[in-house]
């Protein structure tokens, strides 16, 4: 299956250069920080957890799957290490801990407490710990690695479940910015949440305008945020840009492949600029439905201002039509090797 696509040859980049990140000026209290969840057990003590496997790497730090003693309770510890790049990691870490501070839904995997220093039998210990809910079923990243392409009823339950936590998200002025596939974790009973908010954003007042970083993974972000002179992204809260991440990670999940560029082409940073700010179109293979292909042309709308909303795609057809099935649908992809 191939993306149908056609190319302006003739359009220049205009990327305007990523600014220059502030100077850190200071850091944490050594305290124990809960969520406000009321259902958060109280944790107070790492030595309390035993390391059991490694989950994963990725921006700085290593995810641990963790046994708690003291309620035989299992959780994911996320540790990050400053090393070299401290202020970059310092400012996400006191980042992430703000926003998961202020989260308080099914829709987004909790956090159950934050501890300074780290882990003293993990490679000599960590700087920053995240103790947070440990999802089961990994993320939808390994079930595309293991499976390629999923059924419709299982993609109508994804989106599903996305736009809820990002409804949820958004409500509380939380853009979360990164949107991928590895972020996209499924629990035991097949229920799938947003993880990772250590770019998010809270856009308030005269916060809105730190939208338009160049913080994420460039392959899902939405061309407001890459070019954002050409797209008026300035003028942007952010929201839309979640909701363009979402229409490719759908996508990808339908074709079983990053579906912006063309099979084989490499990947490096002028080829997604060029297909994100400067295609002419994505269609989906003809074999998808109307309603998907639909959900996904209101997604991958190029200007921001005219792209589908949360709360228009949370009642599309594509959302809602498999609405009692998709999780069971999900939980099967997800436990099967």
């Not at 995240?130 to 293991?146: I, N, P, T």
């Not at 003028?235 to 492949?257: K, N, P, Q």
């Not at 997604?272 to 074999?287: K, R, V």
């Amino acid at each position: 299956m191939t993306l149908v696509r056609k190319r302006k040859e003739k359009q220049a980049l205009r990327i305007t250069v990523p600014p220059v990140s502030s100077s850190w000026h200071g850091f944490l209290s050594p305290s124990p920080i809960s969520s406000s969840s009321s259902n958060s057990p109280t944790i107070t003590n790492l030595a309390d957890f035993e390391k059991l496997a490694v989950l994963g790497h990725g921006n700085g730090g290593t995810v641990y799957k963790v046994f708690h003693k003291p309620t035989g309770a299992i959780y994911a510890l996320k540790v990050l290490r400053f090393g070299e790049d401290i202020e970059r990691v310092q400012q996400q870490s006191l980042n992430e801990m703000g926003i998961l501070r202020r989260l308080d839904s099914d829709c987004v995997v909790m956090c159950h407490g934050v501890f300074e220093n780290g882990f003293a039998d993990i490679d000599g210990g960590g700087d920053l710990c995240f103790v947070m809910e440990y999802m089961e079923g990994g993320s939808l990243y390994d079930l595309l690695q293991r499976h390629h392409r999923l059924s419709e009823e299982a993609i109508s339950g994804i989106a599903r479940s996305v736009l809820e936590g990002l409804h949820y998200l958004h409500s509380m002025h939380i853009v979360h910015r990164d949107i991928k596939p590895s972020n996209l974790l499924i629990n035991r009973k097949g229920k799938m949440k947003i993880a990772d908010f250590g770019i998010s954003r809270l856009v308030a007042g005269s916060d809105k305008q730190q939208c338009d970083s160049y913080m994420g993974t460039y392959a899902y972000m939405s061309p407001e945020r890459i070019d954002p002179e050409r797209w008026d992204g300035v003028y942007s809260d952010g929201f839309a840009g979640d909701v363009w991440s979402l229409g490719v990670v759908i996508m990808e999940c339908f074709t079983g492949r990053f579906p912006l560029i063309n099979p084989g082409e490499k990947p490096d940073w002028i080829t997604l600029m060029y297909a994100i700010c400067f295609e002419e179109t994505w269609e989906m293979p003809e074999t998808a439905s109307a309603e998907l292909q639909n959900f996904v042309r209101r997604c991958l709308v190029r200007d921001w201002r005219s792209r589908g909303t949360v709360e228009e795609l949370l009642s599309h057809p594509f959302s809602t039509k498999f609405q009692h099935v998709a999780p069971q649908n999900l939980l099967c992809y997800s436990s099967c090797v």
